[in-house]
């Protein structure tokens, strides 16, 4: 994911429970559902079930965190998930 120096700006002017509305964001328009679920502080994680992609968010974790890990789940599926946004 790249980010132009306008939206650099953008996102350092964030707090964080924007960040995670952003985030939330990209992963719906890259084809995820996100589901928000305490698990305990094991961490948020996704899974595919008949061609749907879920996210399941750690509700138990601080919003900080939640915002980190769909940023490392859209790193890690980006090279499994069609390169195009979904509308």
Same mark, same amino acid.
Do not use: Y
């Given at each position: 994911?790249?980010?132009?120096?306008?939206?650099?700006?953008?996102?350092?002017?964030?707090?964080?429970? @924007? *960040?995670?509305?952003?985030?939330? *964001?990209?992963?719906? @328009?890259?084809?995820?559902?996100?589901?928000?679920?305490?698990?305990?502080?094991?961490?948020?994680?996704?899974?595919?079930?008949?061609?749907?992609?879920?996210?399941?968010? #750690?509700?138990? @974790?601080?919003?900080?965190?939640?915002?980190?890990?769909?940023?490392?789940?859209? #790193?890690?599926?980006?090279?499994?998930?069609?390169?195009? @946004?979904?509308?």
């Amino acid at each position: 994911m790249r980010t132009s120096l306008k939206e650099a700006s953008e996102i350092a002017d964030e707090n964080v429970l @924007q *960040r995670l509305q952003r985030m939330t *964001r990209i992963a719906r @328009q890259f084809g995820f559902e996100i589901r928000g679920e305490p698990l305990g502080g094991a961490g948020s994680t996704w899974c595919e079930i008949r061609g749907r992609r879920i996210l399941f968010l #750690d509700l138990s @974790q601080p919003a900080a965190e939640q915002a980190i890990a769909i940023r490392e789940i859209l #790193d890690e599926t980006a090279a499994i998930r069609p390169h195009s @946004q979904a509308a």
